[in-house]
């Protein structure tokens, strides 16, 4: 196909296809600099055109812009610097399948924005004043490198220099490199993610922040890498940018075909639904009912909202598995990151508080400045968190999730970059109590290596004890033993050359572990619930709720009544209600919905919420660490040791005459001496020798 037929078919295209935004471009130039084509429609006015397109970007881009700049408008401007972006290219690679055949096509990557830099201008056209002649000629900048002219060009000088580079002559662009990686729901089981560095530039540049999911249409190119001795044979990708398109952030990359919706619509339908579901999250791993129905309320999430006054409210469920060792608590998360529509896992004693939120890093990409990397909790924006050994995380990283938690923003104010990234992701962690063992006479707070603070922001907090019964485990060592003998009959079937062992035997024993929903399927339908699902709450439903809360707050309106909840549990309620709904594929939350969340809430409080020493509801049991009875201990020991140093010079009150006064006031020994350690550990009482204390 002739040069000239490119440039006079594009004429024709955009005039017919594209006028109305031509005329837009004219109207908004030089604020609107490009015009964007979609690629179907070029392949539908000329295939050949579209192909060659995909094939000699190079060659044909340029005749693109040179008709888009030549078309005659009603209105009197020149578009020279106009550009026309395509999308929706076909020619979809992924990172990590790029190679050499590539080089020099146009096509397209998805993945997530790693790193940004700053936009800074890069000069294109540079104008130099020669010092002796005072010759201006003008030097084109391509490449990679500067290139400054060797001689002058005007005749009679003829000079090799000096030359003076002219600032205001010159043209510059805006320009910016960005770093895009793979997105983490794409990997394949303990592949690092792979990343591509990107040129975006002019009206491309400053689009686009770490975190964000996109679709980059361009050219892969190739620079030459550069030694200490001299240039190397190897080349490193570098995509030319032509256009960004952003993946709508929700579960767009889900797709689900007209029949899969169908199926979906109809498994809403079935009142066993709750059932299948629970029956599909982790069926390696036996009982767990209450939980498995917390998760799947989890997995579908409430409906955020945006309030009047600008406030946002989180429709994100984060809950928190506490309990023994060895009883499938990092099994779960992993089950449950593998079946989010899009899942992030990270382990507490391994992830850093800039692993977990966002790292300022010097820049490879440009020239060293500092640039931002999102952590793992930007990484699920819009999925699921999980964090295993939560308790075992530095005191900083706990505290950086706070903010994650409950404003879903993860602000960075580090190495002079003050920035505000978005974290809208419900959390999964999971903690083992200090001392190996959890102790349901003691408060959790106190067994739990974790602030308060941090506890208070979960919804739901469940408590999984190692208890020796009988009739249980017998279960479990029933389904553990089967499960592990459908895996043995599976590998020896297709291990072994001559094995008997048929197809019906393994899948007759495989479904005690099968998901009743197959995992691909789950996801859909979470992502479909999600996608389409806004449910509004009835009028009985929410009256059931606000009774239950006020119920509950009522216990503590005596004196020395502790308080029971705080309204941080009842938003907590309509979050678990809402979910349920979603999970019906219901735009109602019914009286059943709220029955549902003030069991599941209950059965939490019950394990939780409760003070160890008077068995009522404490909410600051988990709060603050001490629950109210203590708290009113801690006082009475408190005037004890004031009445025993008040007897004795200098305020020292020895520790057996204070325990022997406490018995008398019906405080025990063991609770007096815990009391008191406390107190010392919080920095109120002083230890002059082993036998004294006294106030500090």
Request: charged share 30%; net charge negative; hydrophobic share 40%.
């Amino acid at each position: 196909m002739s040069e000239i037929k490119w440039d006079e078919k594009f004429r024709d295209f955009l005039k017919r296809y594209y006028w109305d935004e031509i005329l837009l471009l004219a109207n908004e130039y030089p604020e609107l600099r490009s015009i964007v084509v979609d690629f179907p429609d070029l392949e539908q006015f000329d295939a050949d055109l579209a192909y060659e397109l995909l094939e000699h970007p190079d060659d044909v881009i340029p005749y693109a812009e040179q008709a888009l700049r030549e078309i005659d408008i009603p209105i009197e401007k020149d578009l020279d610097e106009a550009h026309v972006q395509f999308i929706n290219v076909p020619n979809r690679v992924a990172i990590r399948e790029l190679r050499s055949k590539h080089l020099l096509k146009f096509i397209s990557i998805e993945g997530m924005i790693r790193k940004a830099t700053e936009v800074r201008p890069k000069i294109t056209n540079a104008a130099f004043m020669c010092m002796r002649c005072e010759n201006t000629s003008f030097e084109p900048q391509g490449g990679p490198k500067f290139v400054e002219p060797t001689d002058c060009e005007n005749e009679s000088c003829g000079k090799k220099g000096p030359f003076k580079l002219l600032i205001d002559q010159s043209t510059f662009l805006d320009a910016q490199k960005l770093q895009v990686q793979e997105a983490p729901e794409s990997l394949k089981g303990g592949s690092q993610p792979q990343s591509l560095d990107v040129d975006a530039e002019d009206d491309l540049a400053g689009l686009v922040k770490p975190g964000d999911r996109l679709v980059i249409n361009g050219v892969l190119r190739s620079h030459q890498r550069t030694l200490r001795e001299g240039k190397s044979t190897f080349y490193d990708l570098v995509l030319h940018a032509n256009s960004i398109e952003y993946v709508d952030q929700e579960f767009d990359e889900l797709d689900i075909s007209p029949e899969e919706e169908e199926r979906i619509v109809e498994m809403g339908n079935n009142p066993e639904i709750y059932k299948m579901i629970r029956g599909s999250i982790a069926p390696s791993i036996y009982g767990y009912e209450d939980i498995k129905e917390a998760l799947s309320l989890q997995l579908f999430s409430a409906v955020p909202k945006m309030l009047p006054d600008g406030s946002r409210v989180r429709g994100d469920i984060h809950i928190l598995l506490v309990g023994d060792p060895g009883i499938a608590k990092s099994q779960l998360l992993r089950y449950m990151v593998k079946i989010s529509p899009r899942g992030v896992f990270a382990s507490g004693k391994s992830a850093s508080s800039s692993g977990l939120t966002a790292a300022a890093v010097k820049d490879d990409l440009g020239d060293g400045r500092w640039t931002l990397e999102a952590g793992a909790l930007v990484m699920a924006d819009m999925g699921l968190a999980a964090v295993d050994e939560m308790d075992k995380m530095s005191k900083e990283d706990k505290s950086a999730l706070h903010e994650a938690m409950e404003q879903q923003t993860i602000s960075v104010a580090k190495a002079g970059i003050l920035a505000t990234l978005k974290s809208r992701c419900a959390l999964l962690g999971a903690a083992n109590p200090k001392y190996g063992r959890f102790d349901k006479y003691e408060g959790l707070a106190e067994q739990i290596n974790m602030p308060p603070a941090l506890i208070s922001r979960f919804d739901l907090i469940f408590i999984l004890l190692d208890v020796p019964d009988r009739v249980k485990d017998s279960n479990i060592a029933h389904h553990i033993l089967r499960s592990q003998y459908a895996g043995e009959l599976n590998e020896q079937r297709q291990r072994v050359p001559h094995s008997t062992i048929t197809k019906e035997e393994v899948d007759s024993h495989m479904t005690v572990i099968m998901p009743i929903i197959e995992n691909n399927l789950l996801r859909k339908y979470v992502a479909y619930a999600r996608r389409r699902i806004f449910p509004i709450m009835e009028d009985d439903a929410r009256d059931h709720i606000i009774n239950y809360y006020l119920d509950l707050r009522k216990q503590g309106e005596g004196k020395d009544s502790p308080v029971p909840v705080t309204a941080r549990q009842l938003e907590a309620l309509v979050r678990l209600a809402e979910a349920s709904a979603r999970i019906r594929l219901s735009n109602v939350v019914t009286i059943d919905d709220a029955k549902r969340t003030t069991r599941i809430s209950m059965a939490c409080m019950r394990q939780v919420g409760v003070d160890p020493d008077t068995g009522a509801f404490d909410v600051d049991v988990i709060a603050s660490g001490t629950s109210k009875s203590q708290r009113d201990k801690i006082h009475h020991i408190k005037d004890i040791i004031k009445r025993v140093g008040d007897r004795h010079a200098g305020g020292k009150a020895p520790l057996e005459e204070i325990y022997t006064e406490a018995e008398t006031e019906e405080i025990s020994r063991e609770r007096a001496e815990e009391l008191i350690s406390k107190m010392k550990k919080q920095g109120d009482l002083l230890a002059p020798d082993s036998k004294h204390i006294k106030f500090v």
